[in-house]
């Protein structure tokens, strides 16, 4: 019970949500830059809400997993 409310579960869902309101948004202007962005927020977010990690560390390991490839 306490995972529901971790500060940091509920930062990762309102992450997907202004994800998604961002790309809908990107949608309807026609801006696909800021449709890949909302991709990756989104993606922070699902990270976030489901395990509960602070978003620096996402986006320090999402970093060290890119200069590996």
């Known amino acids: 019970m306490d995972a ?3 500060r940091d579960v509920l930062l990762g869902r309102w992450r997907q949500c202004t994800a998604l309101a961002r790309h809908a948004w990107a ?3 026609g801006d696909p830059l800021l449709g890949t962005r909302s991709h990756r ?13 602070s978003r620096a560390l996402i986006e320090l390991r999402v970093r060290e997993l890119e200069r590996g490839i």
Do not use: T
């Open 4 to 6: 529901l409310f971790n």
């Open 41 to 53: 927020e989104f993606a922070y977010g699902a990270v976030q809400a489901r395990y509960g990690r």
């Open 27 to 29: 949608q309807m202007r």
